[in-house]
């Protein structure tokens, strides 16, 4: 067989990995926003978050680079959100919202243990999102979407602020977050 012959013999297996890739390129974007995995550990909390956030906690490593991509550092960080009452605070890469999360001490009942029709009077047009460990109450609250829940002894809130109008989405997102919320209650 001559060289020829030989090298067009080749283009459907060329053609077939030239698909491949292409098809795995096509994947990797779905696959790139699996999750960011944040351990808030004074409260016992793991939270997952869209790969497509900047994510900062009072917790953060020194010479963590995510700090230095906004101009700041970890410990700026740390001051700002304890200034703010906050543990956690995510930035969407694209600038569409941030979240924001807060933690207190609060002795009522874990909202799991209530019933529907109590936790959607917490809220008008509440909406009730639960887990296996938690119930969550999602609200909107001028112009921010919060889904809270309580907790092993802790009022936690969530805090979407979107930089234009809220979506159906930017809801979608927050939920999410509060499914991927782990709190350590080995349910």
């Known amino acids: 067989m001559d060289r020829k012959a030989t090298r067009h013999s080749n283009i459907p297996a060329r053609r077939a990995w030239a698909a491949l890739a292409l098809a795995a390129l096509l994947l990797l974007p779905s696959a790139g926003a699996l999750a960011t995995v944040a351990d808030v550990?004074?409260?016992?909390?793991?939270?997952?978050?869209?790969?497509?956030?900047?994510?900062?906690?009072?917790?953060?490593?020194?010479?963590?680079?995510?700090?230095?991509?906004?101009?700041?550092?970890?410990?700026?960080?740390?001051?700002?959100?304890?200034?703010?009452?906050?543990?956690?605070?995510?930035?969407?890469?694209?600038?569409?919202?941030a979240v924001t999360l807060e933690a207190h001490g609060d002795f009522g009942p874990d909202?799991?243990?209530?019933?529907?029709?109590?936790?959607?009077?917490?809220?008008?047009?509440?909406?009730?999102?639960?887990?296996?460990?938690?119930a969550f109450v999602l609200y909107e609250q001028g112009g921010t979407l919060v889904c809270q829940t309580r907790a092993g002894g802790r009022l936690f809130t969530l805090r979407l602020y979107p930089s234009g109008r809220l979506s159906a989405d930017m809801a979608s997102t927050l939920k999410a977050v509060a499914i991927g919320m782990d709190f350590g209650l080995g349910q």
């Open 111 to 134: 909202y799991a243990a209530l019933g529907e029709a109590e936790l959607l009077g917490m809220a008008p047009g509440a909406e009730v999102v639960r887990t296996r460990q938690a």
């Open 41 to 97: 550990g004074e409260l016992g909390l793991l939270m997952t978050l869209p790969q497509t956030m900047d994510v900062f906690t009072r917790s953060m490593r020194q010479g963590d680079p995510v700090p230095g991509l906004y101009g700041t550092t970890a410990d700026a960080v740390r001051s700002s959100l304890e200034a703010r009452g906050l543990w956690l605070e995510a930035k969407d890469i694209a600038g569409k919202y």
